[in-house]
């Protein structure tokens, strides 16, 4: 998830992004197009801003069938451990500028054999959009008048959740920043 061509500060970290925890099922034609859109976008980020954090990951979304009101879950699986093929990709960027509020964007992506070629504008979707489909809890709020505060958390109070986890209906810290606790400059945590 996070792209070798974002981590090219020493041959460690490029290495790094070669690791299975680093590496999801992806068609060709979504990581050449859309998500390649995504990237190059992240990456164009970082020339006009003081830091930007990039967060991705796999999503199953459901899917209407037929003419039910049911939804369902969906997807591909591949290889003889039978690895899940995730049916999109979400991508949040948190950018930060001098003087400004943190900004929060939020990316979707559809991970399909021939994927429509879309711009920055049709992938958007809000917030709550990729919390609602990934158990994701992000927070961005404001700490002092000059200072971001930018958390992103697994929501644990849910069942899914409730069966991995010791303590259910809380939450786990993945990332989180202040502007006196910066994460390197255009730092990308993979799911």
Request: charged share 20%; aromatic share 8%.
């Amino acid at each position: 998830m996070a792209a070798a061509a974002n981590h090219t500060s020493c041959v460690d970290a490029t290495l790094e992004t070669f690791t299975l925890s680093n590496a999801v099922p992806q068609f060709p034609a979504c990581n050449r197009g859309n998500w390649k859109i995504l990237e190059n976008y992240a990456r164009s980020l970082v020339k006009t801003s003081v830091g930007v954090y990039v967060y991705s990951g796999p999503l199953f979304i459901p899917q209407q069938a037929g003419q039910s009101r049911d939804q369902y879950v969906v997807y591909q699986v591949i290889g003889e451990h039978t690895v899940a093929v995730p049916t999109h990709f979400f991508k949040i960027i948190v950018v930060e500028r001098v003087k400004e509020k943190a900004r929060v964007e939020c990316f979707l992506v559809e991970n399909a054999p021939a994927a429509k070629s879309l711009t920055l504008q049709d992938m958007y979707v809000g917030l709550g959009d990729v919390e609602k489909w990934s158990g994701l809890l992000t927070t961005v709020h404001s700490v002092q008048e000059s200072t971001e505060h930018v958390s992103i958390k697994i929501r644990t109070d849910n069942p899914i959740c409730d069966k991995f986890m010791a303590t259910p209906s809380s939450t786990l810290l993945l990332f989180s920043f202040t502007d006196n606790d910066k994460l390197p400059r255009g730092h990308h945590t993979g799911m």
